[in-house]
């Protein structure tokens, strides 16, 4: 990747970085790491820098850094269609639906089968009111969800009552253009975890995983087309439960958004290598 001009002048249009977000790092971890270097490299301490389409921590892939004018087209690029590599692994429920929150139970697998899935794929496709995790980013009378969750949780534990998760839960209108079924993983293999390298370690003291290396159960790897505010995590419960088992969400990759592919994506250090601080700063 070649550097870019010290001028954002000469960036009309702004610039659009898709970043291969790395594994454990939150969008805005990344945000926070290219402002830093985009302030030092074009001198312009009141640089304009934010992304279109949050990736959860856990999650890969896409994320589209929009630079100067270029935020100005964030919500256009955010409403733009989006494609997922998705691992489900069915078997058990978390309460984060992907591995962010440890396994809380596990579920019979009788009518889970590589078969039984492509059976059901269908009745995923098209409009459809989805219910969001409960400890996600969407927002709820201006306050993020996972903060209400994590207040409301707190609360119930030192009353000493039950929580009930349907007080706060909202369903959103969303569309699932295609979805399909890549490659079946059977239970008579260990879990696969993602390798973590060191860039991950950097960030992950505040991102829990859950350690599955020793669950022996089926994953079905799906690729997504859909539409904004889609939440896989929430499309891997439901996909459990319609298979009466259970699942959650054990990795992402998001491979396409806003016109671009992951093949034009660029790893943050790359990006960072392309915005050296300019001497006179």
Same mark, same amino acid.
């Given at each position: 990747m070649q550097p870019f001009s010290y001028d954002i002048a000469d960036y009309p249009e702004g610039i659009v970085l898709p970043i291969d977000k790395p594994y454990r790092w939150t969008s805005a971890d990344v945000i926070r790491k290219l402002k830093y270097a985009a302030v030092r490299h074009f001198g312009k301490k009141n640089l304009k820098l /934010?992304?279109? /389409?949050? #990736? !959860? &921590?856990? =999650?890969? %892939?896409?994320? #589209? $850094?929009?630079? %100067? &004018? =270029?935020?100005?087209r964030a919500e256009e690029l955010q409403r733009s269609p989006k494609q997922y590599l998705a691992g489900v692994t @069915? /078997?058990? $429920?978390? =309460?984060?639906? !992907? #591995? +962010?929150? +440890?396994? +809380?139970? @596990?579920?019979p697998l009788d009518g889970v089968s590589e078969e039984s899935i492509k059976q059901i794929l269908p009745r995923f496709t098209g409009e459809q009111e989805q219910v969001a995790p409960l400890f996600s980013a969407k927002s709820v009378d201006g306050v993020r969800m996972y903060e209400t969750a994590r207040k409301m949780l707190r609360e119930a534990r030192e009353q000493g009552r039950e929580f009930d998760p349907g007080d706060i839960l909202q369903s959103s209108l969303i569309n699932i253009y295609d979805l399909g079924l890549e490659r079946f993983i059977p239970s008579d293999r260990l879990f696969e975890a993602l390798p973590v390298t060191e860039a991950d370690t950097q960030r992950s003291a505040r991102i829990n995983v859950a350690d599955i290396s020793s669950c022996a159960l089926p994953t079905a790897m799906l690729r997504v087309d859909c539409s904004k505010g889609t939440y896989i995590r929430a499309l891997a419960r439901d996909l459990g439960e319609a298979l009466g088992s259970g699942a959650f969400l054990s990795s992402l990759r998001r491979t396409k958004n806003g016109g671009f592919d992951i093949k034009d994506a660029v790893s943050l250090q790359d990006a960072l290598d392309a915005l050296p601080p300019r001497q006179d700063f």
């Amino acid at each position: 990747m070649q550097p870019f001009s010290y001028d954002i002048a000469d960036y009309p249009e702004g610039i659009v970085l898709p970043i291969d977000k790395p594994y454990r790092w939150t969008s805005a971890d990344v945000i926070r790491k290219l402002k830093y270097a985009a302030v030092r490299h074009f001198g312009k301490k009141n640089l304009k820098l /934010g992304h279109a /389409g949050t #990736l !959860d &921590p856990l =999650a890969t %892939g896409i994320l #589209l $850094v929009c630079i %100067g &004018p =270029a935020t100005r087209r964030a919500e256009e690029l955010q409403r733009s269609p989006k494609q997922y590599l998705a691992g489900v692994t @069915f /078997g058990a $429920v978390t =309460a984060s639906y !992907d #591995l +962010e929150k +440890e396994i +809380e139970r @596990f579920c019979p697998l009788d009518g889970v089968s590589e078969e039984s899935i492509k059976q059901i794929l269908p009745r995923f496709t098209g409009e459809q009111e989805q219910v969001a995790p409960l400890f996600s980013a969407k927002s709820v009378d201006g306050v993020r969800m996972y903060e209400t969750a994590r207040k409301m949780l707190r609360e119930a534990r030192e009353q000493g009552r039950e929580f009930d998760p349907g007080d706060i839960l909202q369903s959103s209108l969303i569309n699932i253009y295609d979805l399909g079924l890549e490659r079946f993983i059977p239970s008579d293999r260990l879990f696969e975890a993602l390798p973590v390298t060191e860039a991950d370690t950097q960030r992950s003291a505040r991102i829990n995983v859950a350690d599955i290396s020793s669950c022996a159960l089926p994953t079905a790897m799906l690729r997504v087309d859909c539409s904004k505010g889609t939440y896989i995590r929430a499309l891997a419960r439901d996909l459990g439960e319609a298979l009466g088992s259970g699942a959650f969400l054990s990795s992402l990759r998001r491979t396409k958004n806003g016109g671009f592919d992951i093949k034009d994506a660029v790893s943050l250090q790359d990006a960072l290598d392309a915005l050296p601080p300019r001497q006179d700063f």
